[in-house]
């Protein structure tokens, strides 16, 4: 592609996304930015958080984030011009620099071009969080940070789906929305460190401010989340605009003497609108209230609404733009703009000779190609069967009289939705035989309201019921009244749970914001050829409907036979067919030239519209295969007082001597400071860049301390499992002496000459190893805990009732719970040969593969070499008549890595507490660590080797797993 200025932005975004992550993965950025975002940027995309998260922000997600926070933070952009300078100052001549030089691009702007259905909202929540923390954490208010958010949508679809993200979710027939239903609370784990969540929650709580409530009218906290629609422009900058118009002359007219005392005539325009006219009566519009603040951060949603468009010659910003400008035009700088769009562009001329002028201040490209490689959104397929073949010779505009009235659908367009539903029909038999929460829906894109009764009254002579059919009409715009949107809202609410609607009629009201997963059919009856609309309306398909772990393989497949082998899928799971309109050939051949889009023939779907993915419940004598998983809960509160850490388990620091520490970092007279914040305290000037904290004072240092130590093992909080306590008071003293009896293996006063600096050192190789220390050592103090009063709770792994697999992955078992076990599709050849053998050997009378995501309880938890909490399921479970094993099947490359020796580490510890119960507690058997080798698998079971003989070779013992022949 030639750059030019009409796309010299997507370069921009390519080129800056390469310098982003060279400089994240140096480690670079995180010592550029604020200690806040460290901490925030550490815990969205530091591997050990990620690696303990079922859900994580996926790469364009991240990408967006680190993008925008890398040109706020790191860069100091204060302009879209400073992002070209600093990133592509090569290119300048072919930018648009005039555009650039225009007022609306002088503030931190930035623009983010992400497919739809990719999760933008995360992104945004992100950004919030970011600026919202640092505003309240930075000691010196720096300018670059802001507690007062506007977000605006385009229309109520959008805006409805804004008030569930921020204030939380309706149930159906009811108005009350849960705040415990919002994304914030209920991805807690995902967006928020746990030392910041009471704090984003009370901020959320406090200052979220609906287009309802009256955005400066109702009173928040110290920060402000508003939320509205564009409208919220349009009459205000009416206003606006006639008051700067006015005469300044004295003469006054009687009529504008009885509109002073009169302000209200007869009608209902806005003006006439109460909420207005109490505007008017407190002092000002929304408009003059959030121009009058001193910062503020817009996130537009939808932002491809925000252009240029011509009148007569003469170009002008529409409405949202003209309130941006307003809102902006006091603030320089302490204005920051953030556009989220799919589709960043307008369109110059028409056909063939048609272009697409993307935003100048795109900062990131996710587009449709990525998010389909990386399996986010639906695979599109392209409708082409033989009951279609006759194309190019039927008419697909509506039938119209002498006068243009509709009068019924043409040949073409009956056959179009004829081809949609029998695609919709045989998803929904196929689909319910898997799995009867999956409801399949048909999205119908009508010309005008005037074709979609003709629509409606078809589908109901081809036997769809009433229940069965939503019809949506809106204007031009894509907009109804919100009388009429509260209605539609109640037979569109939660529509992927229910088997009807089964088809949703539109003319424009869907095309954005219509976050429905269940789409898998779109019949475009529309013909218009605009890219925009196109690409909207392919959108409303784009979700993912088949979520689950359980089809992650299948689905992965089907991506490889169409995006790089050509193929057509094997599988209707997770596509979206689209029912070929001949006005949209030159679209759907620019997807098909990007390997984006596959033809149905009638092919599709050979091996099943789910493929051969089975639902296996228990068999009928399940329980004598059954399993108790035990968890220990410790309810003795003096028991936890009374547990020391033991001094023993703290090793000193050896990395370097304390000479040599001293030598290179306490250095008379050197003072620690950082770009971003000067902190004065006792020890002097100083910023800690290890991503741990700043320190005030050596108590404040030893309390930060103990709060890090105590963050590492807040995944046990999360996971609902029983908590680590931890004495504070007895820790900190403990802490105290350690540093200065034992750290470096010889008296050490912080306080004696600048040795403090050594502490407080920017890598933070010292206080790293301290929280390291610890964080082993207080989970070697809960393992020696005497289990005498301990209270131990069961859980059945029958209680997940059901398991999906697939058949050609899968074998037939006898002595499991499930008469059915799967194992992976890629390198799952151990474990298929491993549960052969276990349902085989006479010694083993029952067993069971661990479903990770189903039998969650089955968890133990262990400390990495970091000094993070992790999380660890085994592969099996299998009991003979007086043992219970647990086993990890592992290749014989792994069998030596070092988070599999943590592992086995933690393992142990807990299999020593488990063996200390009652024999009730703990299915009357001793319980038994192993670990088994491919080879040394093959090897025995080959020599005819019993279960118990592999786990007599294979257990793990204190000395294997430490690997110091002296442990026990």
């Given at each position: 592609m030639a750059i030019n200025s009409s796309n010299i932005s997507?370069?921009?975004?390519?080129?800056?996304?390469?310098?982003?992550?060279a400089a994240w993965k140096s480690g670079e950025m995180l010592?550029?930015?604020?200690p806040t975002t460290a901490s925030l940027l550490n815990y969205w995309f530091g591997e050990g958080f990620c690696n303990e998260r079922v859900r994580n922000f996926h790469e364009g997600q991240r990408q967006a984030i680190l993008n925008i926070i890398y040109l706020h933070e790191v860069m100091g952009e204060n302009c879209v011009m400073d992002a070209y300078q600093g990133i592509i100052p090569e290119l300048m001549d072919r930018a648009d620099l005039a555009q650039l030089a225009k007022p609306k691009y002088q503030m931190p702007k930035y623009a983010v071009k992400m497919a739809t259905g990719t999760g933008k909202t995360w992104v945004m929540h992100a950004l919030i969080i970011w600026q919202m923390l640092n505003a309240r954490h930075e000691d010196v208010e720096s300018g670059r940070f802001t507690q007062k958010f506007l977000i605006v949508a385009p229309g109520l679809i959008v805006y409805d789906r804004l008030l569930d993200a921020f204030c939380g979710r309706k149930k159906r027939d009811e108005e009350y929305r849960d705040p415990q239903t919002n994304d914030y609370y209920m991805n807690q784990d995902v967006f928020i460190p746990e030392r910041y969540r009471d704090e984003v929650f009370s901020f959320?709580?406090?200052?979220?401010?609906?287009?309802?409530?009256?955005?400066?009218?109702?009173?928040?906290?110290e920060g402000l989340i508003a939320l509205t629609n564009w409208h919220l422009f349009e009459n205000q900058m009416e206003e606006k605009e006639q008051d700067e118009d006015v005469d300044d002359s004295s003469t006054v007219t009687p009529a504008e003497i009885i509109s002073d005392l009169l302000p209200i005539?007869?009608?209902?325009?806005?003006?006439?609108?109460?909420g207005m006219l109490d505007r008017r009566a407190l002092g000002g519009t929304e408009l003059e209230y959030l121009a009058g603040l001193k910062d503020l951060m817009v996130i537009n949603d939808e932002a491809h609404h925000i252009h240029e468009i011509k009148r007569n010659g003469e170009t002008e910003e529409v409405e949202w733009q003209r309130g941006l400008n307003a809102i902006s035009a006091t603030k320089g700088t302490r204005f920051i703009q953030v556009d989220f769009s799919a589709t960043p562009f307008d369109t110059k001329g028409a056909g063939e000779k048609q272009v697409k002028l993307f935003f100048p201040h795109i900062i990131v490209d996710f587009d449709l190609p990525m998010a389909m490689k990386q399996g986010l959104v639906k695979l599109l397929l392209l409708d082409r069967r033989q009951e279609l073949t006759d194309l190019e010779n039927l008419d697909y505009n509506a039938e119209r009289d002498e006068q243009g009235k509709v009068v019924g659908l043409s040949e073409g367009q009956r056959m179009m939705l004829r081809a949609g539903l029998t695609k919709l029909n045989k998803l929904e038999e196929e689909f319910l035989k898997n799995d009867a929460s999956k409801n399949p829906k048909m999205l119908i894109v009508c010309q005008d309201t005037t074709v979609s009764p003709f629509v409606e009254e078809f589908l109901k002579s081809e036997g769809l019921e009433d229940e069965d059919i939503v019809t949506i009409d809106s204007n031009k715009q894509g907009e109804v009244k919100d009388e009429e949107w509260l209605e539609i809202k109640k037979k569109l609410f939660d529509i992927d749970r229910y088997k009807s609607p089964k088809v949703v009629i539109s003319v424009?009201?869907?095309?954005?914001g219509f976050d429905v997963n269940n789409i898998c059919v779109l019949v475009p009856l529309r013909s218009s050829q605009a890219p925009i609309l196109l690409e909207q309306l392919v959108g409303r398909g784009l979700r993912l409907m088949w979520r689950e772990p359980d089809y992650i393989d299948i689905k992965r497949e089907d991506r490889l036979r169409v995006l790089k082998n050509h193929q057509p899928p094997r599988t209707y799971i997770d596509t979206l067919s689209i029912v070929e309109h001949p006005a949209f050939i030159k679209f759907y051949d620019d997807l098909q030239d990007q390997g984006l889009v596959a033809v149905d023939e009638g092919d599709v779907g050979t091996g099943g519209a789910t493929g051969d993915i089975l639902t296996v419940g228990l068999r009928e004598d399940y329980e004598k295969y059954d399993f108790q998983w035990p968890v220990i809960l410790h309810d003795s509160l003096e028991e936890l007082e009374d547990a020391e850490i033991d001094l023993d388990d703290l090793q000193p620091f050896t990395m370097y001597p304390l000479s040599l520490l001293r030598k290179f970092l306490a250095k008379e007279g050197e003072t620690f400071v950082s770009q971003e914040s000067l902190t004065k305290t006792t020890f002097g000037k100083y910023k800690v860049t290890a991503n741990l904290f700043n320190a005030n004072g050596y108590n404040e240092y030893l309390q930060k301390l103990l709060r890090v130590v105590t963050l590492r093992f807040e995944?046990?909080?999360?996971?609902?499992?029983?908590t680590i306590q931890i004495n504070g008071a007895q820790t900190v003293q403990v802490m105290d002496w350690y540093i200065r009896e034992k750290l470096f293996a010889m008296p050490f006063d912080p306080f004696q000459g600048s040795d403090w600096k050594i502490l407080l050192a920017k890598d933070g190789i010292v206080t790293k190893h301290i929280v390291e220390q610890f964080a082993v050592a207080i989970y070697k103090m809960q393992n020696r805990l005497t289990m005498v009063d301990a209270e131990v709770s069961h859980t059945d792994f029958s209680s997940l009732k059901a398991i999906k697999m697939r058949e050609s992955y899968s074998l037939d078992v006898q002595k499991c719970i499930y008469p059915r076990l799967g194992y992976p599709s890629h390198g799952g050849g151990l474990e298929k040969a491993f549960i052969k053998f276990l349902d085989r050997d006479a010694e083993v009378e029952r067993f069971l593969k661990i479903n990770e995501s189903g039998h969650s309880f089955a968890i133990i938890f262990y400390v990495r070499k970091d000094g993070l909490m992790a999380t660890y399921h085994p592969d099996f479970i299998v009991a003979t008549a007086d043992k219970v094993y647990l086993i990890e099947t592992k290749g014989d490359d792994k069998v030596d890595d070092v988070n599999v020796r943590q592992k086995q580490t933690a393992t142990i510890e807990w299999i020593k507490k488990i063996n200390a119960l009652e024999s009730k507690d703990r299915m009357n058997r001793t319980w038994e660590y192993v670990l088994i080798g491919e080879s040394v698998f093959y090897s025995l079971s080959g020599s005819g080797a019993t279960i118990t003989d592999i786990c007599n070779q294979c257990k793990v013992s204190y000395s294997v797993a430490t690997g110091n022949l002296f442990d026990m």
């Open positions: 997507l370069e921009l975004a390519h080129r800056l996304t390469d310098v982003v992550n010592e550029k930015v604020t959320i709580q406090n200052n979220v401010v609906t287009k309802e409530d009256g955005i400066g009218r109702k009173t928040t906290g005539r007869p009608g209902k325009s806005a003006g006439n609108d109460l424009l009201m869907l095309r954005e995944n046990c909080r999360r996971q609902g499992f029983p």
